[in-house]
């Protein structure tokens, strides 16, 4: 029989023991994680938890457990769910969620692992949707009209329902829900069109209203400025054309002062100005004034006939 020489055989033992020890250690050490916390059993009944990072210890197994669960923000889709508003319309809606594990112990007690959490959360997402939009048009999804959206106060009541439900039953604490995607059925689409050009045609006309209020506005504005203007022109016009009157008269009383013959022919002078204006045909009689002016420098000539007292003149 051939002997092991005694290094190898220490060698062995010390493999061996160092495989024991990794055993006991890891049957009643753990590890918590940045982000995780774990819930330790004792023959299944939860004993306590553990929100610590770092390396921890436990009765070894089967007497205590530890689970260990990532209690970090997870972001979920839900699948696409036909719908329907209060105003009878079908639409098909995806929503997501942002959720953590909120009570660990109720988590391990109801569902245990994360993939099953994401199915039930979208069972109640599903059915909080279908309960929420039954209240609201679909007006308040798809609107021209910024006033009519309530897509905010949709995603906040489905999350006041689920968040309610989902802490109490599973203990997961539900941080927001938003709709990802809105989609409609082909026999939707066309009235969903229809609604977005009767919304965009008000919403013009609204615009168009109040433009033309502005412009009345405005031209009523301009209409009570010019009138202002005008009375204010007028209001110095008269004020102009009575100094110039006054003035005139002033010089004319002057000049009648000064001569009153030459002032009677200036004045004769003007009113034959202001009488025979352009293409003007007048039949008078030159023996009266102003009109004798006109023969008053005509010396008949000897032997002559007498003038005819009528002429016409153009």
Do not use: C
Request: aromatic residues 6%; positive net charge.
């Amino acid at each position: 029989m051939r002997r092991i020489p005694l290094e190898v055989a220490h060698v062995r033992w010390a493999v061996a023991a160092m495989v024991v020890l990794t055993v006991a250690a890891s049957s009643v050490l753990f590890t918590v994680r940045e982000g995780s916390v774990a819930v330790v059993t004792r023959l299944g009944a939860p004993q306590r938890t553990t929100t610590v990072a770092g390396l921890h210890a436990k009765l070894p197994w089967p007497l205590e457990r530890a689970y260990v669960l990532d209690v970090r923000a997870r972001v979920f889709t839900s699948r696409f769910v036909e719908t329907l508003t209060r105003d009878k319309k079908n639409i098909v809606l995806q929503a997501f969620v942002v959720w953590s594990v909120g009570d660990p112990l109720i988590f391990l007690q109801s569902i245990g692992e994360l993939r099953p959490a994401e199915e039930r959360l979208d069972a109640l997402v599903t059915n909080a949707k279908n309960a929420v939009l039954g209240r609201y048009d679909l007006a308040a999804l798809v609107s021209t009209d910024p006033a009519r959206l309530k897509v905010d106060e949709v995603e906040g009541a489905i999350l006041h329902d689920v968040e309610a439900t989902s802490r109490e039953r599973f203990g997961i604490r539900v941080q927001q829900v938003g709709l990802n995607r809105l989609g409609f059925p082909p026999e939707n689409t066309r009235f969903v069109l229809e609604q977005m050009r009767v919304e965009r045609a008000q919403y013009a006309a609204r615009h168009r209203a109040e433009g033309e209020r502005e412009a009345a506005d405005i031209r009523s504005q301009t209409d009570l400025e010019v009138a202002r203007i005008r009375a204010e022109a007028k209001q110095k016009a008269a004020e102009i054309r009575g100094r110039a009157d006054a003035e005139a008269a002033r010089i004319y009383a002057d000049a009648h002062r000064r001569d009153p013959d030459f002032y009677k022919f200036v004045r004769s002078l003007d009113s034959l100005k202001t009488l025979l204006g352009r293409r003007s045909t007048v039949i008078l009689r030159t023996d009266a004034s102003p009109f004798d002016l006109l023969d008053s420098a005509r010396t008949p000539a000897a032997g002559a006939a007498t003038p005819s007292p009528a002429r016409e003149r153009r």
